[in-house]
């Protein structure tokens, strides 16, 4: 079964306007942490947010929140105030177990995000 | 401040021929390694990990290995490219007292 899944192959939003990228996971380990990647078409991997499975506030990182509801298993990403630099590609990715043993980030296929202006 | 760096940027080779990719980390000791493949407009398939020098955890068996020689250094390997090989290849490393991973630049490579 898939770890991550991201159902939007594709999103289409106007400068200035929000997005809400999908996530949902699927883990048994009470210790997990989920993570936003962005990939511009350059190809390097850029750390957006991080939410720890114990943490009772959804993280947030200047215009980027994880709207985190751990009941549906979902972690999802909103952009406020979209710029016509965060079209890329946003990988979901998450880490069962503690992160000092080591276990490696599993990731989403990816939701590719196009900013018009 | 730590920094990853990887090499190659891109590189194409013949099928048959030998791969070796490098991944080194500075600014730190101690970080845990990974190797990752994209294949072109796809997700990050995990191949290797590593948390310590030679020690290393493969999840998918294919013609590639890896090596840590070194507490820093995360080497990427073939002994004989084929085909299936190309894809996008990515470094990343996280230090042990904080969850995020952070990646190298990528190499591309080709194998014609």
């Known amino acids: 079964a898939q770890k991550i899944t991201q159902t939007q192959p594709g999103m289409f939003v106007q400068e200035k306007e929000a997005v809400t990228l999908d996530c949902t996971y699927d883990?048994?380990?009470?210790?997990?942490?989920l993570f936003w990647y962005k990939q511009p078409s350059s190809g390097e991997m850029i750390f957006l947010i991080y939410q720890g499975s114990y943490d009772q506030q959804n993280a947030t990182e200047g215009r980027y929140s994880l709207n985190f509801q751990k009941a549906r298993k979902s972690a999802n990403l909103v952009i406020s105030a979209s710029q016509l630099g965060d079209s890329a590609m946003y990988f979901c990715a998450m880490r069962e177990g503690p992160h000092q043993a080591g276990t490696a980030l599993i990731f989403g296929k990816g939701t590719t995000l196009s900013v018009s202006s | 401040s730590q920094t990853i760096h990887q090499w190659p940027a891109t590189l194409v080779q013949p099928v048959g021929s030998p791969l070796s990719l490098e991944c080194t980390v500075e600014?730190?000791?101690?970080?845990?390694l990974y190797w990752y493949r994209q294949a072109a407009g796809r997700g990050l398939q995990l191949l290797f990990y590593s948390v310590g020098i030679g020690q290393i955890s493969s999840e998918v068996p294919q013609n590639l290995s890896a090596s840590r020689p070194q507490d820093r250094q995360f080497i990427l390997s073939s002994k004989k490219l084929l085909l299936s090989d190309s894809g996008f290849y990515l470094c990343?490393?996280?230090?042990?007292?904080?969850?995020?991973?952070?990646f190298g630049q990528g190499t591309r490579l080709t194998v014609v």
């Open positions: 883990t048994s380990d009470p210790s997990y942490g």
């Open positions: 600014g730190t000791s101690n970080p845990n």
């Open positions: 990343a490393w996280n230090p042990r007292r904080s969850p995020e991973a952070f």
